[in-house]
């Protein structure tokens, strides 16, 4: 019996101490990859650690902690380019484990910039859609004459009109990057007033310093009639016309430093008031330092301080400045809340016990909202029952609104408001999805159209069309200087022109009374015109080619279809190419809605260089054309377009005999025996527009086939299928510039095409 609960002991004890001696094993391991979007943006993914649900990872960064946080996936962004340690420390139910790994981070150059015009009239403000190093420097040229460099961009423009606003970026540091972005604006110069200004403080000696506040970025109702009030702690220390403001400031503290601008009567229309903090006295002291970590919370729109690295003798305490706030003494660690997302500005000064700043420490730190909720109105326009117009201006803080139409993309816009006209009648659901200023994306809201079949069956189709100078600003073609062609699909499947109208004296134009069908808009300059030498033929939307025309449904009265034309960038130089073109059996090419324009494309830019017009015996120009490497198109409805390849050079600056012969399939050089099969994919496969900005469609009027889009360097971007006769919108705002490739697979035949991104 003894020998038996012996036994038993002895088995109860092995289980026992197998048990509880028993050590807990986790590995810490993850991988850090670039974000696609940004490349000092790293994605850290620790998923593939041995570790339980609990887990907490520990990430430094170059030996200082960075965060902890309980999801094995996380984000760092890097501002500086260069060599970078990161560390992953894993806690586990009794163990711990961590591992490191040396990445490299690359400077990424985006000059994308998103603008703003909050108080309306002339003042504009500039601000680039990306993070960006402190090593990046950034010039503006705002189309008026004015340039700047900064960050941000700002110009009050005092005419009103269109401007092309343009941002360059470059990074020299750690293998560089540059690149450039323009935006086209209009503006309405009817001035507001907005008061704004920025200050420098800095130390004339070791007790006082120097207040320097510049109002420059200031915008005015009325700029002959002002006047620029400044009051320090209350009391108006200066009046007049001044934008600028100085003093000498003796004792340490914070100062309210406040700008008021009023008419000459002391009405005030806007102010602006700063707190600044001023330590007097600055004294190094090696012994009272500040120091601090952060750690973000888990909706990352709040971050935690933790000041305890920091060494403050006995009696002093510290001081922060969040971005422009001054918190005294807050204690060792906070929380502190951010209603904005994107970068703060954070300065922690170390105070003695006599109350003298001994040191100071400042960091960028960054937040990242929680997804915001999108909202969106409907209404109807007057007078259609298939035409709505969709407002999501209800959103708050959006900069971006994407649109669907029963789950398909339509299209991202700035301006909150969306109109559509419905081909047919149904219910439609129509969905919103925004983004913030910082690209987070925002839920989706929806709503329920029920469209009714119009009562009419005839409608207006009405726009503007928009003509481009030399220095690529735009203005309307009023008085008759732009013919617009109403185009259509006839009995048959072939394309004809079934009206013609010219402009009236503001640039637009109107086809009345039209039936419900599908068209497409062809505009051109008359030969009286003052730029019809270098505004090129263009269709409805921006696009050169037939083919890469964007369709216009005509459901229901539809207006605002502006059509922007293209610009030839000839820039001048001694080529000179010439030749003719006939219809079938050398009878010369036909006028009118038949005539063949010639388009001449710069091979390097991809971008048309000029265009030519035959005249009637069908001969055509290009004169003074620079050196480079070129191909000319005939666009002719109907018709595909197989180019001729031109080499300009210092050994051959001139060609003749550049002849092409077009009939009922293909325009085509009479020196090539290409046929229409050799160009069945232009015909069957849009890409418009090209060159494109924000976004491009994909409209596929033949069979089933796969799509690749590719950089220059075979890295996919977008892989996808096309069915037929689907069209598909791809957003392409987030891309760099520059050429992409469009691998185009069917029935085991591959094509290439280039699609340009400016």
């Known amino acids: ?86 560390q992953l420390i894993i806690t586990d139910m009794g163990c711990s484990d961590t591992t490191s790994q040396i990445i490299f981070i690359t400077p990424t150059c985006s000059a994308n910039f998103t603008i703003y015009n909050n108080f309306g009239g002339g003042l504009f403000y500039f601000y680039p859609n990306m993070s960006w190093s402190p090593t990046a420097t950034f010039s503006w040229d705002y189309g008026d004459g004015n340039t700047s460099t900064g960050i941000s961009g700002m110009n009050n423009y005092l005419n009103s009109g269109t ?47 120097s207040l320097y506040a510049d109002a420059q970025f200031f915008s005015l109702y009325d700029p002959n009639n002002y006047s620029m009030n400044w009051y320090l702690n209350g009391a108006l220390v200066q009046q007049g016309t001044s934008t600028s403001y100085n003093t000498i400031l003796t004792a340490t503290g914070l100062y309210d430093l406040k700008l008021v601008i009023s008419d000459t009567n002391m009405v005030s229309c806007d102010s602006l008031t700063q707190i600044i903090f001023f330590n007097g006295g600055f004294i190094p002291n090696p012994n009272c330092y500040p120091c601090f970590t952060t750690l ?19 009696g002093g305490s510290l001081v922060w400045n969040i971005n422009g706030s001054v918190f005294t003494d807050p204690g060792i660690g906070f929380m502190q809340g951010f ?74 816009t700035s301006n909150p408001q969306f109109n559509y006209s419905f081909s047919q009648s149904g219910t439609y659901s129509v969905c919103l999805q925004t983004s913030d200023a910082m690209g987070n994306l925002c839920n989706q809201s929806c709503t329920t159209v029920v469209v009714t079949t119009p009562t009419a069956t005839q409608f207006d189709l009405s726009g503007k069309v928009y003509q481009v100078d030399n220095s690529y600003n735009y203005s309307l073609a009023g008085n008759g200087d732009a013919k617009v062609y109403l185009i259509k699909l006839m009995t048959g499947g072939i394309l004809d022109a079934v009206d013609s109208t010219t402009t009236d004296a503001f640039g637009s134009y109107s086809f009345n009374n039209k039936p419900i069908d599908d068209y497409r808009i062809k505009v051109a300059l008359n030969p009286s015109a003052t730029n019809y030498a270098t505004n090129i033929p263009t269709y409805y939307n921006s696009a050169l080619m037939w083919y890469n025309a964007q369709v216009v449904t005509l459901f229901g009265n539809t207006y605002n279809k502006d059509i922007y034309m293209s610009y030839g960038t000839n820039p001048g130089g001694t080529g000179f190419i010439s030749g003719n073109v006939f219809l079938g059996s050398n009878k010369p090419a036909r006028g009118g809605s038949e005539e063949v324009t010639l388009i001449l494309i710069d091979q390097t830019t991809q ?43 210092a050994t051959q600056t001139s060609f003749t005999n550049k002849n092409f012969v077009y009939n009922d399939n293909v325009v085509k050089p009479t020196n090539q025996s290409l046929s229409v099969k050799d160009v069945e994919a232009p015909l069957t496969l849009m890409i418009a527009p090209n060159p494109a900005q924000n976004s491009f469609n994909i409209n596929n009027t033949g069979k089933q086939r796969s799509l690749r889009i ?12 096309l069915k037929s006769n689907e069209n598909k919108a791809v957003d392409c705002s987030r891309w760099q510039r520059g050429i992409y490739l469009v691998e185009d697979i069917q029935a085991g035949q591959k094509r290439t095409y280039k699609l340009n991104i400016n």
Do not use: H
């Not at 086209?184 to 009817?190: A, D, T, Y």
């Not at 909706?299 to 003798?313: H, R």
């Not at 703060?344 to 909202?369: E, H, M, R």
């Open 607 to 649: 971008l048309p260089a000029a265009y030519a017009k035959p005249n009637s015996n069908g001969d055509y120009t290009f004169t003074n054309i620079p050196f480079g490497n070129y191909k000319i198109f005939g666009e002719l409805l109907n018709r595909a377009s197989i180019p001729d390849d031109i080499v300009i050079s």
């Open 163 to 209: 401007y092309n606003v343009c941002c360059i970026i470059t990074d020299t540091a750690f293998g560089g990057c540059s690149d450039t972005a323009c935006q086209i604006i209009n503006v309405n110069s009817s001035y507001s007033c907005q008061a704004d200004f920025y200050y420098n403080l800095t130390l004339t000696n070791p007790t006082t310093g």
């Open 1 to 86: 019996m003894k020998k038996i609960l012996l036994s038993s002991l002895m088995i109860c004890l092995i289980i026992f101490t197998g048990n509880t001696l028993r050590a807990q094993t986790c590995t810490a391991c993850f991988t850090a990859t670039p974000d696609t979007n940004n490349t000092q943006l790293i994605n850290l993914d620790a998923t593939c650690s041995n570790a339980n649900p609990g887990t907490l990872y520990e990430w430094y960064v170059d030996g200082s902690l960075y965060s902890i946080y309980p999801s094995p996936t996380f984000q760092i962004p890097f501002l500086v380019s260069g060599q970078y340690t990161i």
């Open 296 to 314: 973000y919370n888990v909706s990352y729109d709040s971050i935690y301080f933790d000041a305890s690295c920091s060494n403050i003798p006995l």
């Open 339 to 412: 209603a904005f997302p994107g970068t703060q500005y954070i300065t922690l000064y170390a105070v003695d016990s006599n109350g003298v700043n001994c040191d100071s420490l400042f960091q960028f730190v960054y937040t990242i909202t929680p997804p915001c909720s999108s909202c969106l109105t409907v209404s109807q326009i007057i007078g259609s029952t298939s035409d709505y117009t969709f407002d999501g201006s209800c959103t708050a803080s959006a900069t971006s609104y994407n649109w669907f139409v029963d789950n398909a993309f339509i299209i991202t």
């Open 710 to 721: 590719m950089d220059m360097t075979g890295r996919t971007i977008q892989k996808f299928d």
